[in-house]
């Protein structure tokens, strides 16, 4: 599993965790069970979602049940729940053609979260689904390209610093230094 540095908190009131397997014959399945401990990867991702979103006061306590569906499907993962139960179906589809990478596809990408979530925010705003708080100024300029090279580039191999200057012509220093004078011009 990745390193994470959380702080401990014996004060988390965890869900229980259910796992549901609708085709254990299937090479995905054994791919995951090959790369991931489940309830430990699920308490780790609770864990985390907790530290990094809440505090012990503020933390969800209604959640009583989490249950991972691993099935075949076509994408990725999708969720939905209800107050007290919540549902991650994982598709063993996907697994499967991720194999060479599964490890990480599952338990987490090797690149700063901030980069997995800018990607993420880039499509949300290019979808049409922005929140109502994200106001883009006239300036702004979003690059497809680079965010579609970008993405492409983490498919087959590990995360790097110098996956920046490959893609952007500039290292993560010199990109921040730009970002930082674009945002005192009023950028």
Not at 7 to 14: A, H, L
Not at 35 to 60: G, R
Not at 124 to 136: C, I
Not at 144 to 166: C, H, P, Q, W
Request: charged share 20%; net charge negative.
């Amino acid at each position: 599993m990745p390193p994470h540095d959380l702080p401990p908190q014996s004060t988390w009131i965890i869900p229980n965790f259910v796992l549901r397997v609708e085709d254990l014959s299937h090479p995905g399945a054994s791919i995951f069970f090959d790369c991931v401990k489940p309830k430990e990867a699920l308490k780790l991702a609770v864990e985390a979602s907790y530290t990094w979103l809440y505090t012990p006061l503020t933390a969800p306590t209604h959640v009583k049940t989490i249950t991972l569906v691993l099935r075949p499907f076509d994408g990725v993962a999708y969720t939905f729940g209800t107050h007290e139960t919540k549902e991650i179906n994982f598709s063993l589809d996907w697994i499967k053609s991720s194999e060479a990478r599964a490890q990480d596809e599952i338990l987490g990408h090797t690149c700063p979260g901030g980069l997995i979530e800018g990607i993420a925010d880039f499509v949300r705003l290019h979808a049409g689904f922005a929140p109502p708080h994200w106001r883009p100024r006239a300036a702004e300029k979003w690059d497809a390209g680079t965010i579609r090279r970008l993405n492409g580039s983490m498919k087959d191999s590990k995360y790097g610093v110098e996956l920046f200057e490959k893609v952007a012509g500039e290292s993560v220093s010199s990109l921040y230094t730009l970002y930082c004078e674009h945002l005192e011009t009023g950028g």
